[in-house]
């Protein structure tokens, strides 16, 4: 590590330098950005700890943190993790990490969703994105796509759905995202905080929503980062699967991507060998391991899926259970139980 690198506190006055430097990344993630930390601040209530290593004026890495206090205190990462320009740079942004976990007796810090694993942190490989690079055209897109794939979009587009964009349809896509959610088991944000995510992004973030016989039954938030388009959000209802409307939503992001000018198009996290990543990878897509290293703390080993989903087993079971209104008044303080979670 050069004696000239130095690292610091994020200032107000850094947050275009530190946006410049996260687009100019390869794999870097919207959620590296600036505007991530007002929306988890402003919303979760969790006190940003953003790390700025720069070199003779230069920035060459970045770490953006957040607290999260319970009884599992420990630090977290923005989606993306860490970016630097070298390991030694890594190190250096990690060090005061590393003291506040140790100071503060924290049970670990957690970088998560990392194209990058780091050298000597606990790592967890047990995730993965699917990445499609897109093509000039729509047309020459769909071509890329098997006999099976195409008839399945046709289907759901001869089954009368159709699609509309726009950063107004916050209740509509909350509705679906909701319902599907509870049929999962898994509590999600009041409204307000879709906004949120939405004024923090601006122009770049916005909405699909398709819609069957006057009914949302599918939808998806966006996010264009860096010439890749990204859904964070997405959700279709379950009494509309026979019709596919998964494949006509996915394939008007795809659509819209193109249009934007995107060069590829990111079908978020999943599981390796999941079902959610058979859907994601028939597209064409490839999948792009996802690293999640920790500095441990009080906690002795790194957290496994398992182990979590055994966890809250029990709660999945109840929460699938509840009437739509119960869990949209519960979702949002269950939720921010869980700030780490995108």
């Known amino acids: 590590m050069s004696a000239a690198l130095r690292v610091r506190a994020l200032e107000p006055g850094d947050r275009a330098r530190w946006d410049a430097y996260v687009r100019a990344q390869p794999g870097s993630h919207f959620g590296q950005l600036a505007a991530w930390k007002d929306v988890v601040e402003g919303t979760y209530g969790c006190r940003a700890r953003y790390w700025l290593a720069e070199e003779e004026g230069r920035v060459r890495g970045v770490l953006p943190l957040f607290e999260k206090r319970g009884r599992t205190a420990a630090l977290f990462s923005a989606p ?16 005061p990490a590393r003291e506040q976990v140790a100071r503060a007796r924290l049970a670990y810090l957690e970088l998560r969703d990392q194209r990058a694993a780091w050298p000597g942190l606990e790592t967890s490989g047990e995730h993965v994105t699917l990445m499609l690079d897109l093509a000039s055209d729509a047309e020459a897109q769909w071509k890329t796509f098997n006999a099976k794939l195409r008839n399945q979009v046709r289907k759901a ?9 726009g950063r107004a349809h916050v209740p509509d896509f909350h ?5 599907n959610m509870r049929d999962l088991g898994t509590p999600i944000r009041a409204p307000s905080y879709y906004r949120a995510v939405l004024e923090a992004f601006g122009e770049a973030a916005d909405i699909l929503v398709i819609d069957r016989a006057g009914e949302p039954a599918g939808a998806m938030f966006t996010i264009a980062h860096a010439g890749t388009l990204a859904d964070p959000w997405a959700s279709s209802l379950r009494r509309h ?7 006509m939503l996915y394939w008007e992001a795809i659509r819209r991507a193109i249009t934007l000018g ?3 198009f990111d079908f978020g996290r999943s599981q390796w060998d999941s079902n959610t990543f058979r859907f994601k990878e028939q597209w064409g897509a490839q999948p792009v391991p996802l690293h999640y290293q920790y500095v441990l703390g009080r906690a002795r080993r790194v957290p496994t899926l398992a182990e979590q989903k055994h966890a809250f087993d029990l709660a999945v079971r109840i929460w699938k259970r509840l009437p739509l209104p119960v869990a949209r008044v519960l979702g949002e303080p269950a939720k921010r139980l869980f700030p780490e979670a995108l």
């Open 241 to 247: 699967f026979a019709h596919c409307p998964n494949h």
């Open 157 to 165: 587009q001869k089954s009368g759905f159709t699609a509309r964009w």
């Open 80 to 95: 993306g993790g860490l970016l630097a320009d070298a390991p030694g740079v890594a190190d250096a942004l990690l060090a």
């Open 175 to 179: 509705r679906v995202l909701l319902e």
């Open 262 to 264: 995107m060069r590829r």
